[in-house]
Structure formats: C-alpha cells, structure tokens
C-alpha cells in the first residue's frame, strides 16, 4: 500500500508541470523564465504558481513567459503584461501600492493592537484591589461558635 502511495506521489509530482519543450535553450533565459513562472499565481488553480500547475491556463502562461522572455522583455515588462489582463491577482505577491497598501498595513497593525490590548488587560488586572474579608459580627460569631459547638 505505501509503495502505491509513493507512486501515486510521484506521478502527481510538479516535476511534471514544465514540459521539456517549454524550455528555452539558453540556460540563463530559462533560469529566468522559472523565477517568473514562481511569482505568478495560475488563475485556474488560484493557489498553485504557474511553475507548479498542471492546468492548461498555467502551460499556456509558462509558454508566454518564454516567448517574452526570449524576445528581450524584462522581467518587469513580463510581470506588467500579465496584469495588465488579469490584474494583481495573478501575481503571487501583490505589488505594495495604491489599494494593496492597506492590505500590506493591516497584518502588523492588527499585531500592534493586539499586543496594545493585551498589555492594557495585564496591567489592568494588575491594578486590581484583591477584596477583603469583612470581619464577623458579633451575633455572626455567636451563631458560627454555636454551629460548630454541635
């Protein structure tokens, strides 16, 4: 059972996204044309990179980033062309700027807060008068020897 399950996780293996005739044949290029696939994001699988899908969408994308890539587009011009048809969302990390800034803000504002809160409650507990005990009175003492004399 396990070797079937190791061959299952070998065929199902991203070793086999990249078609050995997408590659270009400068190895430089290629070298390139693999860390772009990685920052793009597949819109099929929409949590898989481009280098990792299997999806048609992610081949066709691979082939496109090595057509740019081999006709002198710059990395920024390859990244530039897939949003500007699919938008920041095809993009593994969004670029930090207009919109995405408060995206980018909200993970170490929120941290910040949350220390604020608990540092707020610790030392407010802190501060806390622990009650006292009231003292008997005198029927009250009276009545508890009373109780324990039986």
Not at 17 to 46: F, G, I, T
Not at 83 to 92: N, S
Not at 101 to 107: D, K, R, T, V, Y
Not at 117 to 132: C, E, H, K, N
């Amino acid at each position: 059972m396990k070797r079937l399950a190791l061959i299952f996780l070998f065929l199902a293996s991203p070793l086999w996204a990249l078609d050995p005739s997408e590659m270009l044949e400068d190895p430089e290029l290629e070298a390139r044309a693999r860390a772009l696939d990685h920052e793009l994001r597949c819109v099929v699988c929409q949590s898989e990179s481009v280098a990792w899908s299997n999806a048609n969408w992610a081949e066709d994308a691979r082939r496109t980033v090595r057509e740019l890539v081999s006709e002198g587009a710059s990395d920024e011009a390859v990244m530039d062309f897939f949003v500007a048809r699919y938008g920041e969302f095809v993009l593994m990390s969004p670029r930090a700027s207009g919109s995405t800034w408060a995206l980018w803000a909200a993970g170490p504002a929120m941290l910040i807060l949350a220390l604020g809160m608990g540092f707020a409650y610790l030392r407010g507990r802190s501060r806390t008068v622990a009650p006292q005990e009231a003292a008997l009175s005198e029927a009250e003492a009276a009545r508890l020897r009373e109780i324990l004399k039986d």
